[in-house]
């Protein structure tokens, strides 16, 4: 519990603070609260402890310094995705979420490692052999990072809608893009992607 509220503040500064797409480049102590408490609520509802070890299919996964200090996180659930083809249809798979890593550690690697880890537990401990994300088709850094691990896109919804913190020391729900994309994590084809 201790670990989610520190994850709440370390994602909230890590990637709400200059959110790519024009958010503000510092928060106001009233955005950060905000925020904060937003994300700590989020975190508890999707990682924190559930019935039973064995129905849990949801983790936050914590990177740190040999100091303790917050690299990263990434966090892995089984969660409903829906088809391509727009219908209505929709299937359970690992659904990867809320990846940040500490500004001071960025481009060193910790992002791929914590993908991998990602895919490593869908595959290895929840028996999945496909792996999806949703990011924001606007985040061109984390979408060039998701294509150059495997990830491809499966389909866009443009009526979606996220934060944005706002120089004014708001924080507005604006539109974007959302982009599904999905990698092959188990299997020759992981391998042998062809």
Known sequence: EDDLTEAGKFFTDAFWRGKVGG??????????????????????????????????RAE????????????GCAGIEVDLISKADGSQERFPAPLMSNLAV?????????????????????????????????????NVPAVKLYRKLGYRPIWEDDSAKTLLPTESGKVKNVSTTIVCMKKRVGGLRSIFPF
């Open 102 to 138: 500490n500004r001071n550690f960025r481009r060193r690697g910790v992002a791929e490692d914590l993908v991998k880890a990602a895919e490593e537990l869908a595959r290895r401990e929840w028996g999945y052999n496909e792996c999806y994300l949703y990011v924001e088709k606007q």
């Open 60 to 71: 936050l996964l914590l990177c740190r310094s040999s100091s303790g200090d917050f690299l």
């Open 23 to 56: 958010g503000a480049k510092t928060l106001s102590p009233a955005q950060a609260t905000s925020l904060e408490r937003q994300q700590i609520m989020e975190f508890r509802r999707r990682y924190g402890p559930k019935m039973s070890k064995a129905d849990r």
